[in-house]
């Protein structure tokens, strides 16, 4: 089975803490995605990822910033957290085109005080 | 732009009764469609999609969609709900590449 790992699945950090979000997923899938899931707003995408190095905005990348260095593993990182930023954090990973299957992993729950 | 609409935010069902959560896309291509699933303190799981091959898709648990291109809709049905289907449901659309776009999500919740 697909597995993609969140390493956190809670995180309690102060405002202006760097924050490292990481995600793992172990069947070398090319893409990978990251999401803010908000009551009432869904899933949006924050940034996502083609391939080793490569890196694309989504809708919503203010604030973010993401690292990809090995193909299974792909970093979100929030310079300076801010309040505004408590959310729960989506990973995902896809093997190849748009009628694929987005594997999750099962969030991460960021409160920033 | 592609986008999606999901009409209730809440909806609530008895045990035993249909199922009927409501979607609406915008595309300006033929779309590829799904319908994704999260339990509690879960990620997402795929439920079912459409990829223009019927109209009528079967997915997991007793779950099926129907695409109609006329009415710009995917909407996701059970005949019978079960207390297991309590969940927080999404739609979402894309347009062939790999980025999807998801609706607001739609909690359905199931009475005894």
């Known amino acids: 089975d697909v597995k993609v790992t969140q390493s956190s699945r809670y995180l309690v950090k102060r405002t202006g803490e760097k924050v490292f979000l990481e995600c793992v997923q172990d069947?070398?899938?090319?893409?990978m995605f990251w999401y803010r899931q908000d009551p009432g707003l869904g899933l949006r995408l924050i940034y996502f990822?083609?391939?080793?190095?490569?890196?694309e905005k989504g809708d919503i990348p203010e604030g973010y910033s993401v690292s990809r260095e090995k193909k299974e593993r792909f970093s979100l990182i929030l310079e300076s957290a801010s309040t505004n930023q408590t959310s729960m954090y989506l990973c995902?990973?896809?093997?190849?085109?748009?009628?694929?299957?987005?594997?999750f992993g099962e969030g991460s729950r960021l409160t920033v005080l | 732009a592609q986008s999606v609409t999901q009409l209730g935010s809440h909806v609530s069902v008895s045990e035993g009764a249909l199922v009927l959560l409501r979607c609406n896309y915008s595309?300006?291509?033929?779309?590829?469609l799904f319908w994704y699933v999260q339990y509690p303190n879960q990620g997402l799981q795929l439920l079912l999609k459409?990829?223009?091959?019927?109209?009528l898709v079967k997915g997991i648990n007793g779950f099926e969609a129907e695409f109609k291109k006329s009415e710009t809709s995917f909407h996701l049905t059970k005949p019978s709900a079960h207390m297991s289907d309590a969940a927080e449901y999404f739609c979402?659309?894309?347009?062939?590449?790999?980025?999807?776009?998801f609706g607001q999500g739609t909690r359905l919740t199931i009475n005894p």
């Open positions: 995902a990973s896809i093997v190849g085109g748009g009628a694929g299957e987005l594997f």
């Open positions: 069947m070398d899938h090319e893409n």
């Open positions: 990822s083609y391939d080793v190095k490569m890196k």
């Open positions: 595309s300006s291509v033929p779309p590829y």
């Open positions: 459409y990829t223009s091959a019927a109209t």
């Open positions: 979402a659309v894309s347009e062939g590449a790999q980025k999807l776009v």
